[in-house]
């Protein structure tokens, strides 16, 4: 089955600053990744994804970046905003197992 | 447009009451997920449905819990019999398409169970 892990449950940044919450994933036939972002006292909501024929892909402030040959992905955040502090999921295919996220908190 | 609702958004029941949890998708969308998201945790998969067929319900944790969606759209959580441990808030998603694809997640029930 799949499984995906976020390296560390925590991470603290300067506002201003660029962020890169990191997650690993084991089914090497695994096609398709999603980021989501859970905000306090909300759902989930998607923030970007990337097929497994893609290396990179940006949206707006955003990048993931997927290397397939260790089977890692990250997701960057440019000039990281006070409106960015959430938990961050990176859920695999199938079940959509979110683990328990990386938990982003913005500095003023 | 409206996204994805859930009714009601808090709920208490005393311990052995049965629940009924709403959850109404984003119109059109095949697929429908429920999750149960303990305090300080990722969502867990519940169950999962296209259109009206639940294809997945492994991720119930008994027989306690029951899910339909019998036209295919509003789709119900019952938890009958309610547990301490069955607190927490319980997310509904939809998505466009078969599988777990992006999907729109509604704002969540929490329920509280004393």
């Known amino acids: 089955g799949e499984s995906v892990g976020l390296h560390l449950p925590t991470l603290s940044v300067q506002e201003g600053d660029n962020s890169i919450i990191n997650c690993a994933y084991s089914n090497s036939a695994s096609d398709y990744f999603i980021w989501y972002k859970q905000e306090s006292g909300k759902g989930p909501q998607f923030i970007i994804d990337?097929?497994?024929?893609?290396d990179k892909r940006q949206g707006q402030r955003v990048t993931v970046l997927l290397n397939k040959t260790v089977k890692h992905l990250s997701l960057q955040i440019a000039a990281t905003q006070p409106g960015d502090s959430a938990v961050y999921f990176c859920p695999g295919v199938g079940k959509s197992t979110f683990g328990d996220g990386t938990t982003l908190t913005v500095k003023p | 447009g409206a996204g994805v609702s859930q009714s009601p958004r808090y709920k208490v029941a005393k311990r052995g009451q049965d629940v009924a949890l709403r959850c109404d998708p984003i119109s059109g969308h095949v697929s429908l997920f429920w999750y149960q998201q303990a305090l300080g945790q990722g969502p867990e998969f519940l169950t999962y449905?296209?259109?009206?067929?639940?294809?997945?319900k492994s991720g119930l944790p008994s027989d306690r819990f029951f899910a339909e969606r019998p036209e295919g759209s509003v789709s119900t959580l019952k938890i009958q019999r309610t547990q301490q441990e069955d607190s927490a808030v319980y997310l509904c998603a939809s998505s466009h398409q078969g599988g777990p694809y992006e999907q729109y997640f509604g704002p969540g029930t929490r329920l509280t169970v004393t």
């Open positions: 990337i097929r497994s024929n893609m």
């Open positions: 449905f296209q259109n009206e067929a639940q294809l997945d």
